[in-house]
C-alpha cells in the first residue's frame, strides 16, 4: 500500500529547463518535505511545508521553489535547471505530536540535468 | 546549522553478531530521534524513533539515547545479512525540522 507517491522515478532534463517535481501524499499529513541526497552529503533539506500554502526554506533553497496548493500535494520546481541540480530527490510526509512515527518517504526521483 | 555525525563505515559483522552504529549531535535542544534504514536504491524507511534517555527496544533493535553526551545508537542484535544497508541518524530541530547524518553502510557477512 503506496503512502507517498513522486510524479517520476527517473527524470532527464536540460541546462535551463523548468523542472516540475510532484509529491502527493495519501495520510492527512500536515508537514511535507523535499530533500536531495547526494553521495557523501547524505539527506539535506531543500524546502518544508507544514500547511497549506506556507513554506519554509530548508538549508539548501536556492535555485528551488515549491507550491502547496492542496494538503496532500507538495511540488518542487527548479526554475532553470543546472548540471549541479543533478541528483536523487526524495519526498517525506510526517505527521508530527502524538503520532510522529508515522513518517514515510516517497520512492524518490533521480533526476540527470545535461 | 545542525550537525548530525555519523562514522561512514563501512562497518562489517558477522551474521548473528550485535551490530553498533553511533550517531553525535550538536544542537542540545533537539528534541526527537529517528533511525533510517535505506537499501541501496531506496527511500529511507522509519525504523526506531526515541525521545527520551534510555533504551527502547524493538524486535532485535536497540536505540540508546543519551542527551548529556548528545548520542544515539542503534544495536541490531542477531544481524542478519538482510540487515546489509545504509542506517541514517536523524535529528529534529526547531521549527519541525528533520537533519539527517551522511549514514553508516552495514554489511552482514554470512
Known amino acids: 500500500d503506496v503512502k507517498v507517491t513522486q510524479s517520476s522515478r527517473y527524470l532527464v532534463k536540460r541546462t535551463g529547463e523548468k523542472v516540475f517535481l510532484e509529491c502527493v501524499q495519501d495520510m492527512d499529513h500536515e508537514n511535507m518535505f523535499w530533500y536531495r541526497q547526494d553521495p557523501g552529503l547524505g539527506l539535506r533539506l531543500i524546502y518544508f511545508?507544514?500547511?497549506?500554502?506556507?513554506?519554509e526554506k530548508g538549508d539548501i533553497p536556492e535555485g528551488y521553489s515549491v507550491s502547496r496548493e492542496k494538503k496532500e500535494r507538495f511540488s518542487l520546481i527548479l526554475e532553470s535547471a543546472s548540471t549541479n541540480q543533478t541528483s536523487m530527490y526524495l519526498c517525506?510526509?510526517?505527521?508530527?505530536?502524538?503520532?510522529?512515527?508515522?513518517?514515510?518517504f516517497g520512492p524518490g526521483t533521480r533526476l540527470t540535468v545535461l | 546549522q545542525k550537525e548530525v555525525e555519523q562514522n561512514s563505515g563501512p562497518l562489517s559483522v558477522p551474521e548473528g553478531a550485535i551490530a553498533s552504529l553511533n550517531c553525535t549531535y550538536s544542537?542540545?535542544?533537539?528534541?526527537?530521534f529517528f533511525w533510517y534504514r535505506q537499501y541501496s536504491g531506496k527511500s529511507p524507511e522509519l525504523i526506531m524513533f526515541?525521545?527520551?534517555?534510555g533504551d527502547k527496544e524493538d524486535g532485535r533493535f536497540t536505540a540508546q539515547l543519551n542527551k548529556a553526551s548528545q548520542y544515539v545508537s542503534l544495536l541490531i542484535r542477531d544481524s542478519q545479512p538482510s540487515d546489509s544497508a545504509t542506517y541514517l541518524c536523524a535529528v529534529t530541530g526547531t521549527g519541525n525540522q528533520f537533519y539527517f547524518g551522511t549514514g553508516t553502510s552495514l554489511t552482514v557477512i554470512p
Open positions: 517525506a510526509s510526517i505527521a508530527l505530536g502524538i503520532y510522529t512515527d508515522t513518517q514515510y
Open positions: 526515541i525521545y527520551s534517555n
Open positions: 511545508s507544514y500547511d497549506v500554502k506556507m513554506k
Open positions: 544542537d542540545r535542544g533537539s528534541q526527537s
